[in-house]
Each structure stands twice: as C-alpha cells, then as structure tokens.
C-alpha cells in the first residue's frame, strides 16, 4: 500500500471511570443537551469524509453502550489508564490494517471535534513523516505551585514561550504507534509515546471548542455549548 493510499482510522478511548467528574456515572455517558457525551464525540467522526472507519474502546464490563451501529465499531478491551485501552484497541484492529495505515486517536471527552478539525489535521499529517496531532499555544502565564491544597503557593512563574496544551485527534501510523506504545507504559497521550522514540510529530493548531471535559463544571460550560448543535 502506497503512503496516499494509506486507510484513517478513528480509535475512540472511552473506558474511563471520569472519577474528577464525578458525575455518578462514567462521564462519557453524562447527558449533554439530550445526548450522551460520548454518542456527540462520535458525530464528527461518522460524519467525515476522510475517515474509513471508527472504533471504540469500552472497559470489558461496559453495559451502557447502546451505538452499535454499522458505523461504530466497539471493543471492550479497555484497560487501567488512557495508554492501556489505547494500546489494546490498536492490537484489537491490527489484523484489519496495514501497518502504515493512519490511526486518528481521540478522546471520548473532547465531544467539540468537528468535521473541519479532522480534515485540518490529516491535511497537515498525511504527507508527513511521524504524524502529528491538535494542540492549542498556552494563553495562560504557567506557576508551579509549592505545597498541594489549601497550602498552595506560587514557587515559581514558568516561561510559557513555545508551549502548546496538547490536545487530540493525535494521529500516527498504526505500528510506529504500537511500537511506541508497548514502550512507553507511563506515556498520556500519543505523541509522548512516538517523541520517546525519538521522533518529533507535527503541532496542527486546535480550537478551544474542542476541551476535554474533565470537571463537574466542565460539563454545564459543554450544555451551553453545545445543546443546540
Ligand atoms: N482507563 C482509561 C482511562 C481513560 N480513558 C479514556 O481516555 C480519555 C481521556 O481520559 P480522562 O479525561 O482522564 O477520562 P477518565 O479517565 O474517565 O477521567 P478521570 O481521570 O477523571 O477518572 C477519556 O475519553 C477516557 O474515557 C480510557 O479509555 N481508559
Ligand atoms: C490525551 C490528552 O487529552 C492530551 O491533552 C490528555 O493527555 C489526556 O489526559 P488525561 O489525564 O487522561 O485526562
């Protein structure tokens, strides 16, 4: 298979228990504007043009699913952390795939990805050598707290100059990623895992609408977003 003939495929990690959330369910299944978070992260994807196919990473013991559609296809091999069910998904489907074939890892928790932010991202990536993935340059002056809790302070002010906030879909070829993977246990996200070995994959600039619901509050600031698309 040539690099232009070369399949993308979505792998959608969502077997997390959202504990900082704490929304008394798994916070994919949380409820925005009538639909599940994770059933609206799966929009953009089933509604690209350039995606050949998605996945999604359950935990094994995942009741609440209820999207198998023909254009969803889920696996319920998740594991103990994001690089876990990661990894198992991409050993799931590397039987189907070529090894150069592009895997588009994205979280369940960032149900802002549209169609457009796909497309910017496989146009900056598929001629490219590593992959690369979204990420957004940091807004905010950056402190490294001394202490935790209500004992925190300011220890020091960090130079922000050429930091990015990472954030996905984060896109790599299938077996660079599975080797990268199977080496970096500790890795939290894609990228980390491709940089150890070496490689320095592409920053494709992302969009504030696509944050990673992570808190409580998160999710009335993603209502009010997004209820009415
Ligand atoms: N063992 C895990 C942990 C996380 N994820 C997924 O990875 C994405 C990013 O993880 P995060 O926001 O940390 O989700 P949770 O692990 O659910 O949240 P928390 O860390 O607060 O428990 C989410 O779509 C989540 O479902 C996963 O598939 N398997
Ligand atoms: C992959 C990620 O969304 C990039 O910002 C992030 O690293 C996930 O972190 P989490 O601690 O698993 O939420």
Request: charged share 25%; aromatic share 6%.
């Amino acid at each position: 298979m040539t690099a232009s003939s070369a399949r993308f495929i979505a792998l959608i990690p969502a077997a997390g228990g959202g504990s900082r959330a704490d929304l008394g369910l798994p916070k994919q299944y949380a409820d925005i504007g009538g639909r599940s978070m994770l059933d609206r992260t799966l929009d953009a994807f089933r509604a690209s043009p350039l995606i050949d196919a998605v996945y999604v990473v359950l935990a094994p013991d995942d009741r609440r699913f209820d999207l198998a559609t023909e254009e969803v296809r889920p696996l319920y091999v998740g594991g103990a952390s994001r690089r876990d069910s990661v990894l198992a998904g991409l050993n799931a489907i590397a039987g189907s795939y070529g090894p150069n074939d592009w895997v588009l890892v994205h979280d369940a928790a960032r149900p802002g990805i549209t169609t457009a932010l796909i497309a910017d991202l496989i146009d900056a990536c598929r001629d490219d050598a590593v992959g690369g993935l979204l990420a957004l340059p940091v807004a905010d002056t950056l402190k490294r707290a001394s202490g935790q809790g209500d004992e925190a302070r300011v220890g020091a002010t960090l130079p922000r100059d050429g930091l990015w906030a990472a954030q996905t879909p984060q896109m790599f070829r299938l077996d660079l990623l599975r080797r990268a993977y199977a080496a970096a246990p500790d890795a939290t996200d894609e990228a980390g895992a491709v940089e150890a070995m070496g490689h320095a994959p592409r920053l494709v600039p992302g969009s504030q609408r696509n944050f990673k619901l992570t808190w409580r509050e998160d999710f009335a600031l993603a209502r009010h977003l997004f209820a009415n698309e």
